[in-house]
């Protein structure tokens, strides 16, 4: 399945750097999802963008930004961060948000913030 | 608050049944979905039940009781291949997904 893409799949960084993570879906669909997965934690929405347009943002850190420049693509800015913010993020994407939609899931970014 | 229960990690053996379970607590309920997920891969969708009673799919059905906040999930004839961890998923009546912590599923020959 590479409905959808995620780059890169692992990302050592330092606390200073600045990096971005992509996501790519090939499905059609209209809505897109950041997720983050800490060990045995359930996944956290972190942004929701439908038709372009961010929907949520779960109280997350500005040190976080994320982009969606059309309805295929998604980034995710990074900088400054913590090393707690070390983890696993997951991009998803949907026909649309809401409704009865299933979510459909990239490989993830493993990242690991020194 | 909005919660999802299941248990952290279960163990079976390759041939046999498990079932995995899942309680929930959530502002309204809008349908229960079953995710796999497999080491360093990503969730896959495995099963969505929105109704009562018994949903089959091959070797893996689930289970929904919307009255007592309950869902299972059950494996049959188990391959190594099926040890992963299983995500059971719900969606509150703002549609957004609650999610519960994963349940590793261990499978020995």
């Known amino acids: 399945e590479t409905g959808v893409t995620q780059t890169p799949r692992h990302l050592v960084m330092g606390m200073t750097n600045k990096k971005s993570l992509k996501c790519e879906q090939h499905l059609g669909h209209n809505a897109m999802y950041w997720y983050k997965q800490s060990a045995k934690k359930p996944l956290e929405l972190m942004f929701v963008y439908n038709f372009k347009e961010q929907t949520e943002n779960n109280s997350v850190p500005s040190r976080f930004s994320p982009e969606c420049p059309n309805s295929s693509h998604l980034f995710l800015h990074l900088h400054t961060l913590q090393p707690e913010d070390s983890a696993l993020y997951l991009c998803?994407?949907?026909?649309?948000?809401?409704?009865?939609?299933?979510?459909?899931f990239g490989p993830g970014t493993r990242l690991l913030v020194l | 608050g909005q919660n999802i229960d299941q248990p952290t990690e279960m163990t079976a053996t390759e041939g046999a049944i498990v079932q995995i379970n899942c309680t929930y607590q959530?502002?309204?309920?809008?349908?229960l979905f079953w995710y796999q997920q497999h080491a360093g891969e990503a969730p896959t969708f495995l099963s969505y039940n929105v109704l009562d009673g018994l949903e089959e799919k091959g070797r893996f059905s689930s289970f929904l009781s919307r009255s007592k906040g309950y869902s299972y999930l059950l494996l049959k004839e188990l391959q190594m291949k099926d040890s992963a961890s299983y995500l059971c998923?719900?969606?509150?009546?703002?549609?957004?997904?609650?999610w519960g912590a994963g349940t590793k599923l261990i499978i020995k020959p």
């Open positions: 998923a719900v969606r509150d009546s703002n549609y957004q997904l609650i």
């Open positions: 959530t502002s309204g309920f809008n349908g």
């Open positions: 998803a994407s949907s026909q649309e948000q809401g409704n009865q939609e299933t979510q459909y």
